[in-house]
């Protein structure tokens, strides 16, 4: 089976900073993990993606305050957020994307999502 599951999320003011964690489990080979987060009334949007080359793409909104990182061996997934404000209040989601072992098919696996609440 497989699994994604986040942690780190909490209450912040606006200033201070959060660590996320993301861990998948089960038989997938994963070409792709991403932070995604959805506020009240939007649609969910891409924060921030790591590819297995090691390439990464940030929202504009985030760059410079945000760094996502990956432990491939672990299929761990981490974002490091740093100066963060009210705007990035959400619930945020761990997003991979892989091949389940014996098939020859890409499936796009998410987490249930972490709460994210800055303050001013």
């Known amino acids: 089976q497989v699994q994604l599951v986040e942690s780190g999320g909490g209450l912040v003011q606006a200033g201070g900073s959060l660590r996320l964690s993301c861990a998948a489990s089960?038989?997938?080979?994963?070409?792709?993990m991403g932070w995604y987060r959805q506020a009240p009334g939007k649609q969910r949007e891409l924060v921030a993606r790591?590819?297995?080359?090691?390439?990464?793409n940030y929202a504009d909104s985030v760059k410079g305050r945000f760094t996502i990182s990956r432990d491939g061996a672990k299929m761990t997934v981490y974002l490091q957020m740093n100066n963060l404000k009210p705007e990035d209040t959400a619930v945020y989601s761990c997003?991979?994307?892989?091949?389940?072992?014996?098939?020859?098919?890409?499936?796009?696996?998410w987490g249930r999502g972490t709460q994210v609440t800055v303050s001013s």
């Open positions: 997003s991979a994307l892989g091949v389940v072992a014996g098939t020859p098919y890409t499936t796009d696996y």
């Open positions: 089960g038989y997938i080979s994963i070409n792709v």
């Open positions: 790591i590819f297995n080359g090691g390439s990464t």
